[in-house]
């Protein structure tokens, strides 16, 4: 099926299940705080460092929570996994707690115990997802393939992802677990290959070789991929600016949402295919030359139709970078220890996307369009970055002059 390993696609099914669970949080939350069934802190008069307490901060508070935390402790369960080489169990255990969480979110009447909660979520999120993404490239019998797989996991994730926030019910996110659960538990196993010797020093390396690289490339790559998390992330909080300015219904707003995960279905697979016969560069580095115009744009379209293509192409653009990032950082990780470089990227896109809603309520004050100058001179660094300090990795691609970094 779709050319991979069968435990690759029931990997894939299984984080789509579980994005559908999670996802729709994104939704629920915010009516939930705001409904007055849950009793939040006093607000009249309250300040959190110099800021007035509102509603707004306690509800980006209680979403971008699950992010820092799950990227937090990330490095630390890919590294576990590495050492003990047993991936299963903690996708299992992550998957479960998950569940937990899931049925505490209806129990709860205070917005204390639902931050309780999503930290709860957080640290369960932080067992499923480097721990899945390491299995998935132990899963890739060659370089030739690694691409391709990356493809086929992170299409049916952004179907589960894109498709969440439909299903607002809080016991969505208990079925999606435990189908998840039960996906994993029956059909995968670990592949057969002895613990890493991971160590104990959970720093991320930044330094490169110095002769070309003066910096480590998967850093870059986790750099690439926090700034581009960032631009994804900015637009969500925007929604009733966006709509005045463009003089649209929310119907559009979701529509132009969409539009970036819609893109990434339907080229993340042949873009990670792509990537397996001409090589990881030409992507990444066309990728990031699409972002920064893309995300621009949607600062500076004044009609629903432009809006919709800005967002069509930042898709475009993402997809591009996605699944030949992970490729390059499964390419580059020693045997045994995908689970620990791996965790680079996906913390980094966890920051990312905390990141993101906080940075453009922020920036929103000094005008529409400063949120989104911020994500192209991001898209920018990252150019920059990637050009300069990443090489091709997949041995025997056809190399195009300056987009292959050619020696």
Not at 79 to 89: F, H, N, Y
Not at 127 to 149: C, K, M, Q, W, Y
Request: no cysteine; net charge negative.
């Amino acid at each position: 099926m779709f050319g991979s390993d069968r435990r690759v696609v029931v990997l894939a099914l299984a984080r789509m299940a579980d994005a559908v669970a999670n996802s729709f949080l994104i939704i629920v939350l915010p009516l939930y705080i705001a409904s007055g069934d849950l009793a939040v802190p006093t607000l009249s008069g309250a300040t959190v460092l110099g800021y007035p307490l509102t509603l707004e901060l306690l509800i980006g508070f209680a979403l971008s929570l699950f992010g820092f935390l799950n990227s937090s402790v990330q490095p630390l369960t890919g590294r576990l996994s590495d050492r003990t080489g047993r991936r299963k169990v903690f996708i299992l255990f992550g998957l479960a707690v998950l569940a937990v969480s899931a049925v505490a979110y209806a129990l709860v009447d205070t917005y204390r115990a639902l931050v309780v909660v999503r930290a709860v979520q957080g640290l369960g999120g932080a067992f499923v997802i480097p721990t899945t993404i390491a299995l998935v490239n132990d899963l890739a019998h060659s370089d030739a393939e690694r691409g391709g797989n990356f493809g086929v996991f992170n299409t049916f994730r952004l179907v589960g992802f894109g498709f969440g926030p439909i299903d607002a019910a809080f016991g969505v996110a208990v079925l999606g677990a435990l189908v998840s659960f039960s996906l994993v538990l029956l059909l995968v196993e670990d592949p057969d290959s002895p613990a890493a010797d991971a160590g104990d020093e959970l720093s991320i390396s930044i330094r490169g070789d110095g002769r070309g690289q003066w910096l480590d490339p998967v850093f870059v790559l986790g750099l690439g991929t926090f700034f581009m998390a960032v631009t994804i992330a900015l637009y969500a909080t925007l929604q009733e600016p966006i709509n005045a300015r463009l003089d649209q219904g929310p119907q559009w707003f979701g529509i132009q949402f969409a539009a970036v995960v819609i893109a990434n279905v339907v080229l993340q697979m042949p873009i990670g295919r792509a990537a397996d016969r001409v090589g990881r560069k030409p992507f990444l580095v066309g990728g990031l030359l699409l972002l920064a115009p893309a995300v621009l744009a949607q600062g500076l379209v004044t009609s629903t139709l432009g809006m919709l293509l800005a967002r069509t192409v930042h898709g475009i653009s993402v997809a591009m970078l996605f699944a030949p990032a992970l490729a390059v950082a499964g390419d580059l990780a020693e045997e045994g220890q995908s689970g620990t470089t791996l965790s680079v990227l996906t913390m980094a896109f966890g920051f990312g996307t905390a990141v993101g809603p906080l940075a453009s309520g922020v920036l929103y004050g000094y005008g529409f369009v400063v949120p989104f100058a911020f994500g192209a001179v991001l898209a920018v660094a990252a150019l920059l970055l990637v050009v300069t300090q990443v090489e091709e990795t997949l041995e025997g691609a056809r190399r195009p002059g300056l987009l292959a970094g050619g020696d």
